[in-house]
């Protein structure tokens, strides 16, 4: 889980390959707002044009955010996370962080961070996409998809009432995240409580847990499919 009081612009490598990860919005002020991707079609030397000029944010995609909204990011698309978002950030292992502007921010010594700027041109995917956010039906007492991929596959349950997860068939530990309300998980030699803001790795070797509601809950669930 992540609080950004202003996160820089940036895009993420995992080796030679972009990173791919999703946000879920815990909470929003009023006028929270992140970037994802580019408000327009850019080929690489239209970018360049706006960024040499101190314009780049003339062309990004910025999004309003609420509680609950989601977002994909596919490797290779810009972003940053502006001030009042609270977020949980699901993603694929990344080993770099290619920072394309800090908005002219300096440190108590005057000094600016380290942008990288070349690295990150044949990073970027150009591609345009007109609607970033992710569409979901919200739906109490059912596992709701969110986003599926070949990193992660997440869910959202919001359950007032008790489910069984069963993972015989998955070869992976679970993550879950709560982002509201209070349960206990059963699995089956002991059993563990979770609340509000904590989360919990259950490792892969738990194939059975049964989610019990101290009134409701409102959780992620996160695995590698």
């Known amino acids: 889980m992540q609080v950004h009081p202003d996160d820089a612009l940036a895009m993420k490598r995992h080796g030679s390959f972009g990173k ?52 994909f990011l596919p490797a290779g698309r810009v972003h940053y996370i502006g001030k009042g978002c609270l977020l949980a950030e699901i993603q694929q292992s990344s080993d770099v962080t290619y920072r394309i502007y800090d908005f002219d921010r300096k440190d108590d010594k005057g000094q600016t961070r380290e942008l990288h700027t070349d690295q990150s041109i044949d990073a970027i995917d150009f591609t345009y996409k007109k609607e970033t956010k992710t569409q979901y039906i919200d739906k109490v ?48 030699s002991g059993s563990i409580s979770l609340k509000t803001g904590e989360a919990i790795l259950v490792p892969a070797s738990i194939k059975k847990l049964n989610l019990k509601p101290m009134g409701w809950f409102k959780i992620l669930e996160s695995y590698i499919a």
């Open 141 to 188: 007492n059912e596992v709701v998809p969110l986003v599926s991929c070949p990193y992660f596959t997440t869910n959202k349950l919001h359950y007032n009432d008790v489910v069984s997860r069963d993972f015989r068939s998955l070869d992976s530990f679970v993550i879950y995240v709560c982002m509201s309300g209070e349960l206990t998980m059963d699995y089956g």
């Open 20 to 71: 791919t990860e999703m946000w879920y919005i815990f909470q929003a002020d009023a006028d929270a707002t992140l970037n994802s991707g580019f408000n327009r079609p850019l080929t690489k030397e239209q970018y360049l044009e706006y960024f040499n000029h101190g314009k780049l944010m003339d062309i990004l995609n910025i999004e309003k955010v609420k509680a609950d909204d989601v977002f």
